[in-house]
């Protein structure tokens, strides 16, 4: 049976952009007759780590765990758990759920012409979300039939123009952005630009 009444036993929050690390505290009453001291942990997966300060906590006085969460390659909403076993105290699973932001954000992600469009020009533009610094390297197209240039047009925010060289045939290039962030996710994106058949009327092909 637990002996430990926690405040909670599920935290939700909002990282921020670039966070490497997300901490979950969990704070607990001794609700039993001895000191309760954490025997060990288990967790659903590496990336959630449980520490307590390894001092035993003495009946109807507070403690505390926390769960830290390595965000390294994590988008979107993340849910995880931990399993904190005491000795004679039982044993309680702790929730952790976070939502983390990307560290930049892509007005499109892929960009579109007609066979036989006229060869103009359209843009993604890049904005670093993260507050560390962090910034966009290059861009690469790995089809020559399409011209492409990074610009910086403010502070922490980039855009890339993109040109088709020829708009006769269907072609599929895809454009490599190159940042100097250590998350392999925000190292390297890829973008698309696409020459694609007219659509009928009625959006069929």
């Not at 690390?21 to 997966?45: D, H, I, K, R, Y």
């Not at 076993?85 to 007005?107: D, N, Q, R």
Request: charged share 25%; hydrophobic share 40%.
């Amino acid at each position: 049976m637990l002996k430990a009444e926690f405040d909670s036993r599920e935290i939700k929050t909002t990282a921020e952009a670039g966070a490497d690390v997300v901490e979950f505290c969990f704070g607990f009453t001794n609700t039993g007759e001895v000191p309760l001291a954490v025997e060990g942990f288990s967790q659903s997966c590496g990336c959630m780590k449980g520490e307590w300060d390894g001092v035993p906590v003495a009946p109807g006085a507070k403690g505390r765990i926390t769960a830290k969460l390595l965000t390294k390659g994590l988008r979107g909403n993340v849910r995880k758990s931990l399993h904190v076993k005491f000795f004679e105290g039982g044993s309680v699973e702790l929730v952790g759920e976070v939502e983390i932001p990307e560290a930049l954000t892509y007005s499109a992600q892929t960009l579109r012409w007609s066979i036989g469009d006229a060869l103009e020009s359209k843009q993604v533009d890049i904005e670093v979300m993260s507050k560390a610094p962090l910034r966009v390297l290059s861009v690469v197209a790995n089809d020559p039939a399409f011209a492409c240039e990074l610009q910086s047009i403010g502070e922490a925010r980039y855009r890339i123009v993109i040109t088709p060289r020829d708009t006769t045939a269907e072609r599929i290039c895809v454009l490599q952005v190159r940042t100097d962030s250590k998350d392999p996710r925000d190292a390297l994106k890829g973008l698309f630009a696409l020459v694609e058949k007219p659509k009928l009327k009625g959006g069929a092909p």
